[in-house]
């Protein structure tokens, strides 16, 4: 006698007989992680949770006991070994604290207010213009021309834009063809810490071994003698982010001239990401790229969200000679292979934006930072220099906390404000447990709010 029993999930119904067993249990291996048993008996090898042959379950019955069979026995989390050290990252673990606790967002690094009008008409034209099928791999050539032209702009040098520019989705995205593309299993990476965390996941997931040179306050100066004896003959590049996240501080032109000629000298590569370089407050933006000798061996990294407030945007680029940019491609194109076409159309309009856009910007963000600042050296906090970027650096030790994370969900759950602890940019957390990032990218009610928020709750010890 065949038995017939109908199997429901969501979305799908089946009818198997006996008969039909095996396939059924692949479908629900790869479909819901159940192993079938090989029992005997009445169970004809079905899973445990279905009932006997001798009744046909009902559509309620069956998915409640398959729902109960998968609460009752969890699977444990997976993730290669290689990104096995790497957790939820402390933005989204600070930005879902925000939200539950009604707390005001000072860490993120995102603006709280939208672009400008004449970028996100560009985006919507060229959505309606039908512009919305895949882009060539390495960028709409539009846009490709626009990186080059505010790159001759910005730095004097004159790049190709078909075979030196590539377009890719954001400049993490750019990172990660980068590191990809030109690191092997094995190579030596030095990383300036604190540093932007992608870096290190990325770099993990290359295979590379990552050296750190450590930034220390007040000045987060860079130890050259330090970075010297880092480089060893392993060392295949270095990576290099100025202005820089979190610390706000700008490489000099000394230090940036000291960095290329060891990089020279030991025939290393370099890795600059430049997102900020339109948020530099206090002294000129220095590409590596425009020193001598460093072109052909620097990849420069860019993005229009930050300077354009269009974090959600994604749309980046890399910027290097034919030779490095065959490897960067190569990741690219087995990354996300093309970028946004409609987006990548209106960045092309935004790069060319005149020179005024640039200065109100500046002085925009100049105006609130010093409500920031201000605000927190009120309230107590020893606040470091900040040359550019949207954020600052502070000591947060007067208030009597343990270390950084502690004193960042004290503010969030007792006081109602948001910061990112800096220890998690640290190859050693120890190296950062006194320090905290604040964000000044939001609008003055914002940091207003923020800073009240502060003086009336957050007492120092």
């Known amino acids: 006698m065949q038995v017939q029993c109908t199997w429901t999930f969501p979305q799908m119904r089946f009818r198997h007989s006996t008969s039909s067993v095996l396939s059924l249990s692949e479908h629900l291996s790869e479909s819901f992680g159940v192993r079938i048993g090989s029992g005997r008996g009445r169970s004809c090898g079905y899973p445990s949770f ?45 930005s879902n604290l925000a939200i539950k606790h009604g707390a005001i967002n000072l860490g ?4 709280n207010f939208d672009g400008p009008e004449f970028v996100k008409e560009a985006a919507i034209q060229a959505i309606k213009d039908g512009k919305n099928q895949y882009a060539r791999g390495y960028g709409v050539q539009e846009l490709n021309n626009a990186i080059a032209e505010r790159f001759k702009k910005d730095t004097g040098l004159a790049v190709d834009p078909e075979k030196e520019v590539t377009v890719t989705s954001g400049c993490t995205e750019a990172i990660a063809a980068t590191i990809l593309g030109l690191i092997n299993p094995g190579d030596e990476v030095i ?31 860079v130890p050259i003698n330090e970075l010297k004896s880092a480089i060893s003959k392993n060392t295949r590049a270095v990576l290099i982010n100025t202005p820089h996240n979190p610390t706000g501080k700008m490489f000099t032109r000394e230090e940036m001239n000291a960095i290329a000629s060891l990089c020279i000298e030991n025939d290393v590569l370099v890795f600059t990401d430049e997102v900020y370089d339109k948020l530099a407050f206090e002294m000129d933006h220095i590409s590596m790229a425009s020193l001598p000798g460093m072109f052909e061996r620097t990849v420069t990294m860019n993005s229009l969200g930050k300077t ?18 065959w490897g960067v491609r190569q990741a690219h194109a087995f990354l996300t292979f093309a970028t946004s076409t409609p987006m990548q159309w209106a960045t092309s309009v935004a790069l060319r934006a005149p020179d005024s856009y640039y200065e109100e910007l500046k002085r925009d963000y ?44 004290y503010l969030i759950e007792k006081v109602g404000v948001v910061a990112i602890p800096t220890s998690v940019f640290y190859l050693n957390p120890e190296d950062g447990k006194n ?27």
Not at 314 to 321: L, M, S, T
């Open 191 to 221: 990383l300036f810490a604190p540093f932007y965390d992608s870096y290190e996941a990325t770099l993990s997931m290359a295979g590379a071994n990552v050296k750190c040179v450590t930034l220390r306050p007040p000045n987060f100066a």
């Open 50 to 94: 279905v009932p006997t042959m001798s009744t046909v379950s009902t559509e309620k019955d069956t998915v409640s006991t398959l729902s109960d069979s998968i609460q009752k026995t969890p699977r444990p989390l997976q993730v290669a070994k290689r990104l096995e050290k790497f957790k939820t990252t402390i933005f989204t673990q600070m």
């Open 435 to 461: 320090l905290v990032r604040f964000t000044f990218c939001k609008d003055e009610e914002t940091l207003k709010a923020a800073v009240k928020r502060m003086k009336e709750k957050l007492m120092r010890k």
């Open 308 to 325: 354009f407030s269009l974090t959600g945007w994604k749309i980046g680029w890399a910027i290097a000679p034919p030779h490095l940019t």
């Open 108 to 111: 993120q690094g995102f603006p």
């Open 366 to 409: 100049m105006k609130k930072k010093a409500i920031l600042v201000e605000g927190l050296e009120a309230v107590g906090f020893k606040v470091f220099p900040s040359s550019g970027t949207y954020f600052v650096v502070v000591d947060h030790t007067p208030f009597g906390l343990e270390n950084d994370i502690a004193f960042c969900e």
